[in-house]
C-alpha cells in the first residue's frame, strides 16, 4: 500500500491550500484516514481525521480554518486549509488505516508535503 500526498507549497498568511493524498495498491478497504503535521523542531501532531462514513475530527487548533474531507471511490483524502497562519508552517502527512485482506490491516503513512505560510 502506498500513500501519495500533494499540494503544499508556499503562501501567504490568510491564503488558502488543499492537500490531496491517495491510497493504491493491495487495497481491501480503507478504514479512518487522517493528517498529520510536524513542524520544525516539534513533534508530529494529529491535525485531522475522517472516518468512511464521512464523520470528522480536528484539532482546536485548526477549528473553523481546515476542513478535511474524502472521496471513498478513490481511497482519497483532502485537507482544505484556509486563513492559514504562519505557525500553521509545516510537513503534512497523509494517514489511513488499510486493511489489505479480510483479517489484515495496518496504518499506513504518505511521504509527507510541505506546507510554508509567511507572514
Known amino acids: 500500500v502506498q500513500l501519495q500526498a500533494s499540494g503544499g507549497g508556499l503562501v501567504q498568511a490568510g491564503g488558502s491550500l488543499k492537500l490531496s493524498c491517495t491510497a493504491s495498491?493491495?487495497?481491501?478497504?480503507?478504514?479512518?484516514m487522517a493528517w498529520y503535521r510536524q513542524a520544525p523542531g516539534k513533534q508530529r501532531e494529529l491535525v485531522a481525521t475522517?472516518?468512511?462514513?464521512?464523520?470528522?475530527n480536528f484539532a482546536d487548533s485548526v477549528k473553523g480554518r481546515f476542513t478535511i474531507s474524502r472521496d471513498n471511490a478513490k481511497n482519497s483524502v483532502y485537507l482544505q486549509m484556509s486563513s492559514l497562519i504562519p505557525e500553521d508552517t509545516a510537513i503534512y502527512y497523509c494517514?489511513?488505516?488499510?486493511?489489505?485482506?479480510?483479517?489484515?490491516?495496518?496504518?499506513?503513512w504518505g511521504q509527507g508535503t510541505k506546507v510554508t505560510v509567511s507572514s
Open positions: 494517514n489511513a488505516d488499510v486493511a489489505t485482506s479480510f483479517w489484515g490491516r495496518n496504518a499506513y
Open positions: 495498491g493491495g487495497i481491501y478497504r480503507v478504514g479512518i
Open positions: 475522517v472516518t468512511g462514513g464521512g464523520r470528522t
